[in-house]
């Protein structure tokens, strides 16, 4: 007989994190609702090299640790957690996370309750305690253009950005969304059989975003709980090698557009997005010339660079 719930974790090098994230798991199970569930616990280890594992071994022995001799990536580990494990809903849950209270035994109860539910996500906090963005829309070509580019900051009142980041709903409200951002997600294992296992070719990023809308197009609904609340603590992994960040946020968000808007408009994400990183080198290279923080300028060059010679295939 399965489990009522498994919990995913795939780590990089952030142990002291790790270490925090998974003692509120098991605080927020013996919690409330919690206390009823039967879960197991499934960490992903992507060739840490800090004692992550060590540190897994000697505290909390009890959990399922998965040890790659490689980093595999953020969405390999997770397909390695979900085939690991047996709960009737597996949790996604960044190693750069802190569970608050009965959260867990929250999103489950909530999904017991509304069985069209296929994902839901819980309301995120930042490190100093205020809601973190979460939900969205699923994103146009104009949203595209602008979302983490040099852009952005000059749309941040835009409805364009409002659109997306649901800047129309209330925070404290339970509602309906098209995706959720990976930090925690919780998916029921039969939407999961329809929907299908994470797409592997996003390394990291815009992973859960192609979750959900495989999800919804099987007619799933995809919710927000604000009741359930987890702090996360965003980045910390990825900050550790900003270039390799770009790359892979921008490569994924091409490939999401080739894959469900058409290859036509991916191609044209694609290169706009490589236009913006040659205008930031430029400016960036002018900037050293005229000796403005240079340091600074060399380490954006060489970054942006990087970006351009990937051509995000």
């Not at 509602?175 to 999961?192: E, I, K, N, Y």
Request: with cysteine.
């Amino acid at each position: 007989m399965g489990h009522d719930l498994s919990i995913v974790i795939v780590s990089w090098n952030v142990r002291d994190l790790l270490r925090r994230c998974v003692g509120s798991v098991i605080e927020s199970l013996s919690t409330g609702k919690g206390e009823r569930l039967s879960s197991q616990l499934i960490v992903v280890d992507n060739a840490s090299s800090d004692g992550s594992v060590d540190m897994l071994q000697e505290e909390y022995p009890h959990v399922h640790l998965i040890v790659n001799d490689q980093n595999l990536g953020f969405t390999r580990g997770n397909n390695q957690g979900i085939a690991a494990g047996d709960g009737r809903y597996v949790l996604l849950l960044n190693p750069d996370t802190e569970v608050v209270g009965d959260a867990l035994g929250e999103m489950v109860s909530h999904m017991e309750a509304h069985p069209r539910v296929g994902a839901l996500g819980p309301r995120l906090l930042g490190s100093d305690g205020r809601v973190q963005s979460s939900r969205r829309r699923f994103p146009s070509l104009s949203t595209a253009f602008v979302e983490s580019t040099f852009l952005q900051p000059r749309f941040s009142e835009s409805g364009i950005l409002g659109r997306y980041y649901v800047l129309d709903r209330d925070d404290d409200e339970t509602q309906d969304v098209d995706w959720l951002v990976g930090a925690c997600l919780m998916m029921r294992r039969t939407t999961l059989k329809e929907a299908g296992p994470l797409d592997e070719r996003f390394f990291m990023y815009s992973e859960e975003m192609d979750w959900c809308y495989r999800a919804k197009e099987r007619g799933w609904r995809v919710v927000y709980l604000p009741a359930a609340r987890v702090v996360h603590h965003e980045g910390k992994s990825s900050e550790q090698v900003l270039p390799v960040r770009h790359i892979q946020f921008q490569r994924s968000k091409v490939l999401f557009f080739k894959k469900h808007y058409g290859g036509g408009r991916g191609e044209v994400l694609r290169l706009y997005l490589l236009a913006t990183y040659l205008w930031q080198t430029m400016v960036e290279g002018l900037k050293w010339l005229v000796g403005h923080k240079r340091h600074l300028r060399r380490q954006r060059v060489a970054a942006y660079s990087q970006v351009l010679r990937s051509g995000l295939r």
